[in-house]
């Protein structure tokens, strides 16, 4: 690897927004045929860097120099960055879910003459392109119809179809479970073989760890450090002091629980599937919450956690069959969202982009959207009230931008999801349920947003952490429920989470005593 060429060098890279240096003197350099990976913590600079690589910025609106095969180029746009053989591959997926698998890998390069289309090619070019990427599925498929695993599939098919020479992959796992992320993994690995080079942007350091060759590490917009990973000692705590400019010994603040009396219970709650009635999705489930306290819930992906805690906040999922809630020890009506929030309820959606924001608001309007009435008079929003408890929240949940007026869409995932909580917060909620709430977040903010949920805890409040990452679920709860198909099939201490019980009380019904 190390006598191969380097066919990317950008050097010295400086893109500035207003009011805000984005990056600051940024080099690279990428071998052919190697998987390269830039760390950094949310806001770092990473997809900037990548934008600018792309060609979504182009040249004109920042300084420095991209060496491409030994020569300078000065993409106008996207269009001419893949016409080098440069590919970028966004977290949000570019395709269109009514359109077919073929129709997709070929929009807008469609193959045919005189500007008739000629399908037939296109359907057989499509199906060589999946047989590279490992997927079988019919090509006359709906995108809609496929999971977001095989919709990266997809995107990369796309990618070869453009004779892709280095590809950009800007957190490709974040929403794979575990098997798919570890297929893609491969894929990408496999693509070494062919000459083709990839440039990976994650959090998920162990997956790093496991596929590059070398590490750009990025911080506040300039380059840290590049690791060479072949030479074997580097690994996650090398990666996060990089990251974070000092070493993570605990990747948990530390807390002394003080947990008090049960004041939320759910006794036989039971829903069923949206589109399929005879289909539970939560099976007579029952749980509580105390005072105080943080309480994780486990299981894989389909297993009806979201399921259940998106029924119980207003019954915003499926059809409610039976069941009951208690609050300090009377039973409450959650009917509607409405009814959920006006009871002490809030719930931060693992979908922060598509249900937790507005994407087109700014961060002032986002924070106070869930209770306008505390700042209100009567159906007139108090814009000073506004704006000033908003900048309250940016200042103590550190969210890094330089005024509340900015859109929320700006804003990196880690701070867009402190908006979220923001959100929440403004509500003063006695019980909180968090869905993922470090997905596609750095080890740094994912520190802070630990921090937050303890502060919650130690005020009273009772948490709901639903998280895929069991190293989370076991560093922050002081207790955790395992799910399985729609059910609650056990229920752990802090001291007892071990997580091989978990993983077995996540992939059957059966409970501890039986399991003994």
């Known amino acids: 690897m190390v006598d191969q060429p380097v066919i990317l060098e950008m050097r010295s890279i400086t893109k500035e927004f207003p009011g805000v240096k984005a990056l600051s003197d940024v080099s690279i350099a990428v071998r052919a045929g190697e998987v390269h990976a830039i760390c950094g913590e949310n806001g770092a600079g990473k997809s900037t860097l990548m ?7 182009p040249y004109g609106t920042y300084e420095g120099q991209i060496v491409y095969q030994t020569e300078e180029v000065r993409f106008r746009d996207i269009r001419s960055s893949e016409a080098a053989g440069i590919v970028i ?50 090509p006359d498929t709906l ?31 974040a929403a794979l479970n575990e098997n798919d992320s570890q297929h893609l993994l491969d894929l990408i ?10 440039i990976i942007i994650s959090h998920k350091l162990n997956e790093i760890e496991q596929i590059a ?3 750009t590490i990025i911080r506040d917009g300039k380059t840290i450090e590049t690791l060479d990973v072949r030479g074997g000692d580097v690994n996650e705590d090398r990666i996060i002091r ?9 990747r ?6 003080h947990v008090g009396e049960v004041f939320f219970e759910v006794k036989n709650w039971t829903v069923q599937h949206p589109l399929v009635p005879e289909r539970l999705v939560c099976k007579n489930e029952s749980f509580t919450v105390r005072k105080g306290e943080i309480v994780g819930f486990a299981g894989l992906m389909g297993a009806g956690r979201t399921e259940l805690a998106m029924s119980i906040f207003g019954r915003s999922y499926g059809t409610f069959v039976e069941g009951q809630v208690f609050k300090d020890g009377k039973e409450i009506q959650l009917r509607n969202v409405s009814e959920a929030i006006d009871q002490g309820l809030a719930y931060v959606s693992e ?4 249900l937790g924001l507005n994407l087109l608001d700014d961060i002032k309007r986002s924070v106070v959207s869930a209770k306008l009435g505390k700042i209100s008079r009567g159906q007139v929003v108090d814009d000073f009230k506004e704006h000033a408890i908003a900048d309250e929240y940016r200042k103590s949940l550190r969210i890094k931008t330089p005024t509340v007026d900015e859109g929320v869409s700006k804003l990196s995932g880690g701070n867009q999801q402190k908006v979220v909580l923001a959100k929440w917060m403004f509500t003063d909620p006695d019980l909180l349920i968090l869905d993922e709430p470090t997905r596609g977040i750095d080890v740094g903010a994912k520190f802070e947003i630990y921090g937050i949920i303890q502060q919650l805890a130690a005020q009273g409040k009772g948490v709901i952490v639903i998280s895929s990452e069991l190293p989370e679920l076991i560093g922050l709860s002081d207790r955790i429920y395992t799910i399985f198909e729609g059910q609650i099939t056990n229920e752990f201490t802090s001291a007892e989470a071990e997580p091989e019980m978990l993983m077995k009380s996540m992939t059957s019904t059966s409970k501890k005593a039986e399991a003994a």
């Open 51 to 57: 934008k600018v690589l792309s060609g979504v910025y």
């Open 89 to 138: 591959i966004h977290q949000e997926l570019a395709l269109i879910p009514e359109l077919s698998i073929t129709e997709n890998i070929f929009l807008g390069n469609e193959p045919g003459r005189g500007g008739v289309i000629n399908w037939k090619e296109a359907k057989k070019r499509a199906v060589q392109l999946l047989a590279r990427v490992g997927l079988r599925d019919d």
């Open 143 to 173: 995108i809609k119809d496929i999971g977001v695993g095989k919709q990266q599939l997809v995107e990369i098919a796309k990618a070869l179809n453009k004779d892709v020479k280095l590809l950009i992959l800007d957190e490709p796992t």
């Open 189 to 198: 690995v496999g693509l070494k073989g062919k000459g083709i080079a990839s």
């Open 213 to 215: 060759d070398s590490i």
């Open 242 to 250: 990089g990251m974070v400019g000092r070493s993570l010994q605990s």
């Open 252 to 257: 948990f603040p530390d807390r002394t629980p």
């Open 351 to 354: 979908d922060r982009k598509s």
